[in-house]
């Protein structure tokens, strides 16, 4: 299975970013390598039925913005704006 290579770690941030609306897969494949078929793979294996299926909706019904080419041209970076500087994957504490 695709998981299995991964280290806890790796999976976990896989899940986290598979899961944040504003980061589009091409941003998971560029750091992982992982195209958007192995990530949907990830998350059924890893997620309560439940939360795949609302993950699933969620990025289909055009209010994830998961896909660039379905994005708004005024989004042009891969996380908030008000959010703190990412030291290693880990938010930076005040």
Do not use: Y
């Not at 309560?48 to 080419?69: A, D, I, Q, T, Y």
Request: proline share 2%; glycine share 6%.
């Amino acid at each position: 299975m695709i998981g299995e290579a991964l280290t806890e770690r790796q999976l976990d941030r896989i899940i986290e970013m598979a899961w944040e609306d504003r980061t589009p897969f091409e941003a998971i494949e560029f750091q992982f390598g992982f195209p958007e078929k192995e990530i949907i793979k990830i998350m059924r294996g890893n997620l309560k039925e439940s939360s795949f299926k609302l993950w699933r909706k969620r990025v289909n019904s055009g209010v994830s913005k998961k896909h660039l080419k379905k994005r708004s041209s005024e989004i042009s970076r891969f996380k908030c704006s008000r959010q703190k500087t990412i030291s290693g994957n880990k938010i930076s504490k005040r």
